[in-house]
Nanobody, 130 residues
Framework: QLQLVESGGGLVQPGGSLRLSCEVSGFTLDYDAIGWFRQAPGSQHQHEGITCIMRSDGSTYYANSVKGRFTISRDNAKNTVYLEMNNLKSEDTADYYC?????????????????????WGKGTLVTVSS
């Protein structure tokens, strides 16, 4: 089992930046793909998978909605994944969830088609507003 704990959310003005962190604990050898989903508050739409990174080789995936503005990175020694978000827009307002998949079950190359993965954090709220 893994536990994922997000931090770093908050209120930011349009055009601003935030960095989210996801700390992984538990059986930390059990995952490879790790990334972020988001869902706008009150939205009935499915969670949007926005970015993913492979713990093993560092390969990444970005949804078109965040490409060029968001950067995912990992520190395997600290079992922590980061999401650097720049040039934030009002439409980025959402609950952001860290997700991870058991090794062999998922790969970031398919992240855009996933509805989720094996492990979820509880989320952190990002609000972009002036």
């Amino acid at each position: 089992q893994l536990q994922l704990v997000e931090s770093g959310g908050g209120l930011v003005q349009p055009g601003g930046s935030l960095r989210l962190s996801c700390e992984v604990s538990g059986f930390t050898l059990d995952y490879d793909a790790i990334g972020w989903f988001r869902q706008a508050p009150g939205s009935q739409h499915q969670h949007e998978g926005i970015t993913c990174i492979m713990r093993s080789d560092g390969s990444t995936y970005y949804a078109n909605s965040v490409k060029g503005r968001f950067t995912i990175s990992r520190d395997n020694a600290k079992n922590t994944v980061y999401l650097e978000m720049n040039n934030l827009k009002s439409e980025d307002t959402a609950d952001y969830y860290c997700v991870a998949g058991r090794a062999g079950n998922y790969h970031c190359s398919g992240f855009g088609s996933y509805a989720g993965m094996d492990y979820w954090g509880k989320g952190t709220l990002v609000t972009v507003s002036s």
